[in-house]
């Protein structure tokens, strides 16, 4: 059987493997330290892995059911897009590209930027 | 009104003063294209601040000191509260006959329910559905962040601070106390370290912070696309200063492949449709480009970026200063059968409150001054908005008798405000009322500074005969002297307005307690001192704007620092509103001479000052002596100006503004008894208590009128001189300044339809003194008849009482009635103020003749043109036995030398080119003290220019006696130009006369020496 996670899904996995069987109070301290993640949002991550199958909690202790070997990370669809039609709100956060390209206009670009020369100083 | 219209109007306003600030700044950006992109970020400060704060710091430099942007910006304002305080659906035109119908029944009673409106007004509706834009934009970012927060949740700790996110297209940074940045998975190594360098500059300038206020302002602003814009290039000169930051760290070698992410990110995988915040220009092409652009910034070009973006700052973030403020005619309008005045207006924010009074005068002399209303520009009670229109209507009551001023305004939520006060004109059967004339009313829609408003309107009534002024009287002034000029005004009534930073409140007591003027806003009043060039004393230059309406100065005596005497010594209106002769801005020269000791044993100096005041190198002075408490002083100095009252000895300061205080100190002359030595120098605190005795000289400003009083006036009189006597405006003028007003109630009339031309004044009440009133006509007649050009004939009558029988008594007065001095005719002694000078010393007018109760005044001292080819004045110094020596001098240049002098009981001296080599020789009748022995001396320019002088007795070619001084006499005939001479033959006891032309080159001339240089 072969599992697709998404990314941060495989990192917790990843903490899982390293440690397992483990209680799931030290989990929760393993993530919180490792990956920066809350409590509430460890046991959610936990419950969805262990409804696929994956992991079993049992007596409050984490075990894992799938071997490393069947599982394999593939990236996420983008949720901004989902949410936003594409952008980010601009008052919410300061971020990298907020508006979109078509592909026409990101051809340009690229070639813009091959077509530079830096001059030597 | 509401709150949240009140909130919504002063955003409207904001809005409109920020609007000049965006416009601004989007030029200053323009400039800066090239310039590193964070001084552009920075100046989006100022229009932030702009936005959020309603006042700034005054600045000279602020764009709001521009009269256009000034302007603008206030119409736009009026315009938009006038629209907003409309009704929709709501008649304009059925309102204002509803409100008229109620203004005549409520004025009559004195008060006036407020009007209020049916419906919400359009600002009302417009502040709510803002209200409601505001909610939604709140709501909306809201609901993104949870949004966002709760989609990152899963997000994975990669580094301190940063975290790897499933799903992301594009990193970002969330939160503003914890802000944590996100990047998606899968990022080459050196596109991550571009990244984490640009969200780590983006968080080391707290940007969120600055995001996060963005947005505050935009959700406020939400209608306004000005701020969308500026909200738009805010974020975009953001991104761009943090891409710099890392161009700067890693070099510009980076920059193909940090575009090249910019781009990646971009475009993602897919096309998608641009966000609901596309303006334009695609922000990641505009990012590149500017990326691809950029070259590390030479210093200079750092500096004058910095320093345009300062430029910017101040100019932008800073106000006019305060003290602007304008009141605007905006024509009339028939309020229910009255005339209203409708302006518009505009109070500053240090302005808090205005007042209106009202002075009643009748036939010229003020009876009440009475406030009329208060308003305060902040507190509830008695409020009117800073900026808005109002209308005022002067009337009188439907039984003539009495009358009243009424008030009326919008307030911003519709309600239409009334007051009315009844006016304090006499209760009278009055027959005819004229007006009320308005300023402006001609049309004139000149916006005024507030400081110039001083008489608002003016109620013209007649109680006599029905006749009143004509209306074209010039609006400026109103007063007392213009109202009455004529004589046809019985009563008038003149509403004024002043402006203070006070509250309404205090204002009213400072009125009530210490009259107009206390606690208005007077700036721009202002004295400069310096030591005086032309001797011991202070030149000052003086600058007095309106209100103040008159000034004098104030001489204080004090004996061992108590004030013993307070004397207005000089004092004047101004030459704009013919109360006088002073300029709004002139300077003057005061100054203070002692006299060493002759008399009074053991001491230096003799207890008095001769001092001296002047328009600034004018030659006309006026004098005067100030007697000191003790006969005579030890030490004394003058230093200009005061002392501050501190106890340190400092001097106070040379420029005096008068806002405040209405009062600048002068010159202190302070006086030692004891020991000499300046104790002046070594005083500690207020002079008046250290020194043993002190003159201090202030100069007060007034608000009131300066009483006009005859003789200072031989400048005043000559300055309202009138060529034409059917010029009746002018002629009121000048009746007014001889003061015809103290002798009785009068009226004028004309006669010119023929010569001779003649000008009557009908007294109205009979005379207690018909005989003083005659002597004091004829020296006003012989006035009136030199300075009015074509004036023929003066005649005044009056009613008198004969045996039970009422008769009506004429006098006529002409040139052949007219005292003058020898020579003249009546016409050329009004000529030139010389002239007028000399008439008036000879009438005995040439010192101050005062209303009664009033204090002494000073006398002008006679100038003259054209003696020996100069020009100068004459001093006269009195002597024993009421014995005068004239000295005349020349001032030529700033220099002053005596060149001629007489002496004698009278002057008796005739300018006359005997010669005929054109220069005017002086001739002299002298009268020596002791014997009486009269003589003639000649004065004559020598060839080299100076001055030599000759007695004419040489012209006696007969033999005569020589018995001692007495027994020979001089004098000089003007008008036959001779010489008379007396004397007596040996043996002969009665005198003989002989007379002679003056004949030059029988003379003998020796040098002419002054007695004062000897």
Same mark, same amino acid.
């Given at each position: 059987m072969r599992y697709k996670l998404c990314d941060s899904?495989?990192?917790?996995?990843?903490?899982?493997?390293?440690?397992?069987?483990?209680?799931?109070?030290? &989990?929760?301290? @393993? $993530?919180?330290?490792? *990956?920066?993640?809350?409590?509430?949002?460890?046991?959610? =991550? &936990?419950?969805? @892995? $262990?409804?696929?199958? *994956?992991?079993?909690?049992?007596?409050?202790?984490?075990? =894992? &059911?799938?071997?490393?070997?069947?599982?394999?990370?593939e990236a996420a669809e983008e949720?901004?897009?989902?949410?936003?039609?594409?952008?980010?709100?601009?008052?919410?956060?300061?971020?990298?590209?907020?508006?979109?390209?078509?592909?026409?206009e990101a051809e340009e670009l690229k070639r813009l930027i091959d077509a530079h020369r830096e001059e030597r100083e | 009104m509401t709150t949240l219209t009140a909130i919504f109007q002063a955003l409207l306003d904001l809005s409109l003063t920020a609007l000049p600030v965006m416009g601004a700044v989007l030029l200053a950006r323009l400039c800066l294209r090239r310039a590193p992109k964070k001084y552009s970020y920075a100046l989006w400060a100022v229009v932030g601040f702009r936005l959020i704060c309603p006042a700034s710091l005054p600045s000279p430099m602020s764009l709001f000191n521009s009269a256009p942007v000034q302007t603008v910006r206030e119409t736009a304002q009026i315009a938009v509260q006038q629209w907003g305080q409309t009704v929709p659906?709501?008649?304009?035109?059925?309102?204002?006959?509803?409100?008229?119908?109620?203004n005549t029944a409520g004025a009559a009673a004195g008060s006036l329910p407020p009007v209020v409106q049916s419906g919400p007004s359009s600002m009302e509706i417009l502040a709510v559905v803002w209200a409601v834009g505001l909610a939604a934009?709140?709501?909306?970012?809201?609901?993104?962040?949870?949004?966002?927060?709760?989609?990152?949740?899963?997000?994975?700790?990669?580094?301190?601070?940063?975290?790897?996110?499933?799903?992301?297209?594009?990193?970002?940074?969330?939160?503003?106390?914890?802000?944590?940045?996100?990047?998606?998975?899968?990022?080459?190594?050196?596109?991550?370290?571009?990244?984490?360098?640009?969200?780590?500059?983006?968080?080391?300038?707290?940007?969120?912070?600055?995001?996060?206020?963005?947005?505050?302002?935009?959700?406020?602003?939400?209608?306004?696309?000005?701020?969308?814009?500026?909200?738009?290039?805010?974020?975009r000169d953001m991104e761009m200063s943090c891409d710099e930051a890392v161009l700067r760290k890693m070099g510009p070698e980076v920059k193909q492949t940090y575009s090249l992410s910019l781009v990646s990110f971009a475009a993602g995988r897919h096309f998608?449709?641009?966000?609901?915040?596309?303006?334009?220009?695609?922000?990641?092409?505009?990012?590149?480009?500017?990326?691809?652009?950029?070259?590390?910034?030479?210093?200079?070009?750092?500096?004058?970026?910095?320093?345009?973006?300062?430029?910017?700052?101040?100019?932008?973030?800073?106000?006019?200063?305060?003290?602007?403020?304008?009141?605007?005619?905006?024509?009339?309008?028939?309020?229910?059968?009255?005339?209203?005045?409708?302006?518009?207006?505009?109070?500053?924010?240090?302005?808090?409150?205005?007042?209106?009074?009202?002075?009643?005068?009748?036939?010229?002399?003020?009876?009440?001054?009475?406030?009329?209303?208060?308003?305060?520009?902040?507190?509830?009670?008695?409020?009117?908005?800073?900026?808005?229109?109002?209308?005022?209507?002067?009337?009188?009551?439907?039984?003539?008798?009495?009358?009243?001023?009424?008030?009326?305004r919008t307030n911003s939520d519709g309600a239409k405000i009334g007051t009315s006060n009844p006016s304090s004109i006499p209760q009278r059967n009055y027959l005819a009322i004229s007006g009320p004339l308005y300023a402006g009313q001609n049309g004139d829609r000149t916006r005024r500074p507030l400081n110039e408003l001083d008489a608002v309107a003016v109620l013209f009534l007649s109680d006599d005969d029905g006749s009143l002024s004509s209306s074209s009287l010039p609006f400026e002034t109103f007063s007392p002297s213009d109202l009455f000029a004529d004589g046809m005004t019985d009563v008038a009534a003149v509403l004024r307005v002043e402006f203070s930073r006070l509250s309404a409140e205090e204002l009213q007591q400072q009125f009530l307690v210490?009259?107009?003027?206390?606690?208005?806003?007077?700036?721009?009043?202002?004295?400069?001192?310096?030591?005086?060039?032309?001797?011991?004393?202070?030149?000052?230059?003086?600058?007095?704007?309106?209100?103040?309406?008159?000034?004098?100065?104030?001489?204080?005596?004090?004996?061992?620092?108590?004030?013993?005497?307070?004397?207005?010594?000089?004092?004047?209106?101004?030459?704009?509103?013919?109360?006088?002769?002073?300029?709004?801005?002139?300077?003057?020269?005061?100054?203070?001479?002692?006299?060493?000791?002759?008399?009074?044993?053991?001491?230096?100096?003799v207890g008095t000052l001769d001092c001296s005041y002047g328009k600034t190198r004018s030659p006309v002075m006026a004098k005067w002596t100030v007697h000191l408490p003790s006969e005579g002083y030890n030490g004394a100095g003058m230093i200009p100006g005061g002392f501050v009252a501190d106890g340190t000895g400092k001097h106070s300061e040379d420029t005096f503004s008068l806002a405040d205080v209405h009062e600048a100190v002068l010159l202190t002359y302070a006086f030692s008894d004891d020991d000499p030595g300046v104790t002046?120098?070594?005083?500690?605190?207020?002079?008046?208590?250290?020194?043993?005795?002190?003159?201090?000289?202030?100069?007060?400003?007034?608000?009131?009128?300066?009483?006009?009083?005859?003789?200072?006036?031989?400048?005043?009189?000559?300055?309202?001189?009138?060529?034409?006597?059917?010029?009746?405006?002018?002629?009121?003028?000048?009746?007014?300044?001889?003061?015809i007003a103290d002798l009785g109630t009068y009226k004028m009339e004309l006669f010119t339809s023929e010569q001779p031309y003649i000008l009557q004044i009908d007294f109205q009440n009979e005379p207690k003194g018909p005989d003083a009133l005659n002597s004091a006509m004829d020296d006003r007649a012989t006035l009136l008849l030199a300075l009015i050009g074509n004036l023929d004939e003066v005649r005044w009558t009056y009613p008198q009482t004969e045996d039970g029988a009422p008769t009506l008594r004429t006098n006529f007065f002409d040139e052949t009635n007219a005292l003058k001095p020898t020579g003249m005719r009546i016409k050329d002694c009004g000529a030139s103020l010389a002239d007028l000078q000399n008439l008036l010393n000879y009438l005995g007018l040439?010192?101050?003749?005062?209303?009664?109760?009033?204090?002494?005044?000073?006398?002008?001292?006679?100038?003259?043109?054209?003696?020996?080819?100069?020009?100068?004045?004459?001093?006269?110094?009195?002597?024993?036995?009421?014995?005068?020596?004239?000295?005349?001098?020349?001032?030529?240049?700033?220099?002053?030398?005596?060149?001629?002098?007489?002496?004698?009981?009278?002057?008796?001296?005739?300018?006359?080119?005997?010669?005929?080599?054109?220069?005017?020789?002086?001739?002299?009748?002298?009268?020596?003290?002791?014997?009486?022995?009269?003589?003639?001396?000649?004065?004559?320019?020598?060839?080299?220019?100076?001055?030599?002088?000759?007695?004419?007795?040489?012209?006696?070619?007969v033999p005569y006696r020589d018995g001692g001084i007495g027994s020979l006499k001089e004098s000089y005939d003007a008008i036959y130009k001779i010489v008379d001479i007396s004397y007596y033959q040996e043996g002969q006891e009665n005198p003989q006369f002989k007379s002679y032309p003056l004949d030059m080159a029988r003379l003998t001339f020796s040098p002419y020496v002054c007695s004062e240089d000897t």
């Amino acid at each position: 059987m072969r599992y697709k996670l998404c990314d941060s899904e495989y990192r917790f996995m990843q903490v899982v493997w390293d440690a397992a069987p483990v209680p799931s109070p030290a &989990l929760v301290d @393993l $993530c919180r330290e490792k *990956l920066g993640w809350k409590k509430s949002t460890t046991y959610t =991550v &936990l419950k969805k @892995l $262990c409804d696929k199958g *994956l992991l079993k909690n049992e007596g409050a202790v984490v075990s =894992v &059911l799938a071997p490393r070997e069947t599982v394999s990370a593939e990236a996420a669809e983008e949720f901004v897009k989902k949410a936003f039609s594409g952008s980010l709100p601009s008052f919410l956060a300061a971020f990298m590209g907020s508006r979109t390209l078509s592909a026409q206009e990101a051809e340009e670009l690229k070639r813009l930027i091959d077509a530079h020369r830096e001059e030597r100083e | 009104m509401t709150t949240l219209t009140a909130i919504f109007q002063a955003l409207l306003d904001l809005s409109l003063t920020a609007l000049p600030v965006m416009g601004a700044v989007l030029l200053a950006r323009l400039c800066l294209r090239r310039a590193p992109k964070k001084y552009s970020y920075a100046l989006w400060a100022v229009v932030g601040f702009r936005l959020i704060c309603p006042a700034s710091l005054p600045s000279p430099m602020s764009l709001f000191n521009s009269a256009p942007v000034q302007t603008v910006r206030e119409t736009a304002q009026i315009a938009v509260q006038q629209w907003g305080q409309t009704v929709p659906g709501y008649s304009h035109a059925s309102a204002a006959a509803g409100n008229a119908g109620r203004n005549t029944a409520g004025a009559a009673a004195g008060s006036l329910p407020p009007v209020v409106q049916s419906g919400p007004s359009s600002m009302e509706i417009l502040a709510v559905v803002w209200a409601v834009g505001l909610a939604a934009m709140l709501v909306w970012a809201v609901v993104s962040y949870l949004h966002i927060r709760r989609s990152v949740r899963q997000g994975v700790l990669l580094e301190d601070g940063v975290f790897q996110c499933d799903g992301l297209r594009t990193p970002f940074v969330l939160g503003c106390f914890r802000p944590k940045i996100y990047v998606p998975f899968r990022m080459a190594a050196d596109e991550l370290a571009h990244i984490l360098l640009h969200e780590r500059a983006h968080l080391r300038r707290l940007d969120p912070w600055w995001k996060l206020l963005g947005f505050g302002i935009l959700a406020v602003y939400w209608w306004n696309p000005a701020v969308w814009l500026c909200h738009f290039l805010f974020c975009r000169d953001m991104e761009m200063s943090c891409d710099e930051a890392v161009l700067r760290k890693m070099g510009p070698e980076v920059k193909q492949t940090y575009s090249l992410s910019l781009v990646s990110f971009a475009a993602g995988r897919h096309f998608s449709a641009a966000g609901p915040l596309a303006f334009g220009e695609n922000d990641a092409k505009s990012r590149v480009k500017n990326i691809l652009r950029w070259k590390r910034a030479a210093p200079a070009a750092v500096f004058l970026a910095l320093a345009l973006c300062l430029l910017a700052a101040v100019i932008c973030g800073t106000d006019a200063p305060t003290g602007r403020g304008w009141a605007q005619n905006e024509g009339t309008v028939d309020a229910g059968g009255r005339v209203e005045l409708r302006f518009s207006y505009s109070v500053p924010h240090d302005i808090n409150s205005c007042l209106f009074y009202e002075d009643v005068y009748d036939h010229g002399k003020l009876i009440s001054r009475n406030p009329v209303g208060y308003f305060d520009f902040n507190k509830d009670a008695n409020h009117v908005d800073r900026r808005g229109t109002a209308g005022l209507t002067g009337y009188i009551n439907d039984d003539f008798k009495s009358g009243g001023w009424y008030f009326s305004r919008t307030n911003s939520d519709g309600a239409k405000i009334g007051t009315s006060n009844p006016s304090s004109i006499p209760q009278r059967n009055y027959l005819a009322i004229s007006g009320p004339l308005y300023a402006g009313q001609n049309g004139d829609r000149t916006r005024r500074p507030l400081n110039e408003l001083d008489a608002v309107a003016v109620l013209f009534l007649s109680d006599d005969d029905g006749s009143l002024s004509s209306s074209s009287l010039p609006f400026e002034t109103f007063s007392p002297s213009d109202l009455f000029a004529d004589g046809m005004t019985d009563v008038a009534a003149v509403l004024r307005v002043e402006f203070s930073r006070l509250s309404a409140e205090e204002l009213q007591q400072q009125f009530l307690v210490n009259g107009p003027g206390a606690g208005t806003v007077q700036d721009g009043n202002q004295v400069t001192l310096k030591n005086a060039s032309g001797g011991i004393g202070v030149d000052f230059d003086a600058e007095f704007t309106k209100p103040v309406r008159s000034w004098a100065i104030y001489e204080d005596v004090y004996d061992h620092g108590v004030l013993v005497s307070s004397t207005p010594r000089i004092s004047d209106g101004f030459l704009e509103n013919g109360t006088g002769v002073t300029p709004r801005q002139f300077s003057g020269t005061l100054l203070c001479n002692l006299r060493y000791n002759e008399s009074v044993s053991g001491k230096n100096f003799v207890g008095t000052l001769d001092c001296s005041y002047g328009k600034t190198r004018s030659p006309v002075m006026a004098k005067w002596t100030v007697h000191l408490p003790s006969e005579g002083y030890n030490g004394a100095g003058m230093i200009p100006g005061g002392f501050v009252a501190d106890g340190t000895g400092k001097h106070s300061e040379d420029t005096f503004s008068l806002a405040d205080v209405h009062e600048a100190v002068l010159l202190t002359y302070a006086f030692s008894d004891d020991d000499p030595g300046v104790t002046v120098y070594e005083a500690g605190n207020n002079v008046a208590c250290v020194n043993d005795a002190a003159v201090q000289f202030r100069l007060v400003t007034s608000v009131e009128y300066i009483e006009s009083s005859l003789g200072r006036n031989a400048l005043q009189l000559y300055s309202l001189k009138n060529p034409y006597v059917g010029d009746m405006v002018a002629d009121g003028k000048l009746l007014s300044a001889l003061n015809i007003a103290d002798l009785g109630t009068y009226k004028m009339e004309l006669f010119t339809s023929e010569q001779p031309y003649i000008l009557q004044i009908d007294f109205q009440n009979e005379p207690k003194g018909p005989d003083a009133l005659n002597s004091a006509m004829d020296d006003r007649a012989t006035l009136l008849l030199a300075l009015i050009g074509n004036l023929d004939e003066v005649r005044w009558t009056y009613p008198q009482t004969e045996d039970g029988a009422p008769t009506l008594r004429t006098n006529f007065f002409d040139e052949t009635n007219a005292l003058k001095p020898t020579g003249m005719r009546i016409k050329d002694c009004g000529a030139s103020l010389a002239d007028l000078q000399n008439l008036l010393n000879y009438l005995g007018l040439s010192d101050d003749i005062q209303p009664s109760g009033t204090t002494e005044g000073v006398g002008v001292q006679t100038i003259f043109t054209d003696i020996l080819g100069q020009n100068g004045f004459i001093r006269q110094e009195s002597g024993a036995d009421g014995f005068f020596t004239n000295y005349y001098i020349a001032q030529t240049g700033g220099q002053e030398t005596c060149i001629a002098e007489s002496w004698g009981r009278e002057r008796d001296d005739t300018a006359v080119d005997v010669d005929g080599d054109g220069i005017k020789e002086l001739v002299c009748n002298v009268t020596y003290g002791a014997d009486g022995a009269q003589r003639v001396v000649v004065y004559r320019l020598a060839a080299d220019g100076s001055v030599e002088c000759a007695d004419p007795l040489e012209l006696l070619d007969v033999p005569y006696r020589d018995g001692g001084i007495g027994s020979l006499k001089e004098s000089y005939d003007a008008i036959y130009k001779i010489v008379d001479i007396s004397y007596y033959q040996e043996g002969q006891e009665n005198p003989q006369f002989k007379s002679y032309p003056l004949d030059m080159a029988r003379l003998t001339f020796s040098p002419y020496v002054c007695s004062e240089d000897t």
